[in-house]
C-alpha cells in the first residue's frame, strides 16, 4: 500500500491538470505559432511558465486503483501487476486465467 498522501498528491494533479488544461493547450498553440511576432509568443511562454507545475500532465504518475503502487501498472485496468494478478487467481476479471506450462 502507498503512502496516502502520495496517492493524494496525484490525485490533486489529475485534477489540477484537467482543470488547466483548456488554458495551457491555447499559450501552447500562441507559443508554436511562428507566424504570430516574437513579443506575443514570449510573452505567452511567460504566462505558461508562471502557470503551476503540477497543473502539467506529463506530472501525473500512473498508479494501481486499488494499492497505490506506482510502478507495474496496467493502463488497460489501472492495476498494478500484484493486483491484477490477485484479482485474475480468483476470478474476478472474465476470461484471463493464470498461465501454466
Not at 493524494?8 to 489529475?14: D, M, T
Not at 510573452?43 to 500532465?57: D, I, V, W
Not at 506529463?58 to 496496467?74: H, W
Request: with cysteine; net charge positive; aromatic share 4%.
Amino acid at each position: 500500500m502507498a503512502k496516502k498522501s502520495a496517492i493524494q498528491k496525484n490525485l490533486k494533479r489529475k485534477l489540477m491538470s484537467q482543470r488547466d488544461a483548456k488554458k495551457r493547450a491555447e499559450l501552447k498553440a500562441i507559443v508554436r505559432n511562428l507566424s504570430l511576432p516574437a513579443e506575443e509568443r514570449f510573452t505567452a511562454q511567460l504566462k505558461l511558465s508562471a502557470m503551476p507545475r503540477n497543473g502539467a500532465k506529463v506530472r501525473i504518475r500512473n498508479r494501481c486503483a486499488l494499492s497505490g503502487r506506482p510502478r507495474g501498472v496496467y493502463r488497460k485496468f489501472e492495476l498494478s501487476r500484484v493486483a491484477l494478478r490477485e484479482l485474475a487467481s480468483t476470478g474476478y476479471i472474465p476470461g484471463m486465467v493464470k498461465s501454466s506450462w
